[in-house]
């Protein structure tokens, strides 16, 4: 890459990992096929998806990570 391409790159992956990083509420849990897509590898792989008890129960555990590493987020009560 050129030094103007490479700048370039650079800017869009700032980008995309700023928007996922400002992501909030249930955007956190999604799929980011868009952000994975700003790989320079070009596959597309499907994700293993857990069954509903072990999905919930990773949502949980996740959210509870939320609590203790961020004790003071704010907390918000309306659903998507």
């Given amino acids: 890459m050129t030094p103007m391409e490479l700048a370039a790159e650079v800017r869009k992956l700032r980008a995309a990992i700023r928007a996922h990083r400002d ?3 249930h955007e ?3 799929h980011h096929p868009a952000l994975w897509g700003l790989l ?3 596959t597309d792989p499907l994700p ?3 069954a509903w008890p072990q999905f919930l ?3 949980i555990h996740y959210r509870q990570s939320l609590d203790a590493q961020l004790p003071d987020a704010p907390r ?3 659903e998507l």
């Fill in 23 to 25: 992501s909030t509420r």
């Fill in 28 to 30: 956190l849990c999604w």
């Fill in 40 to 42: 320079p590898e070009k």
């Fill in 48 to 50: 293993a998806v857990p």
């Fill in 57 to 59: 129960r990773g949502c």
């Fill in 76 to 78: 918000v009560e309306d």
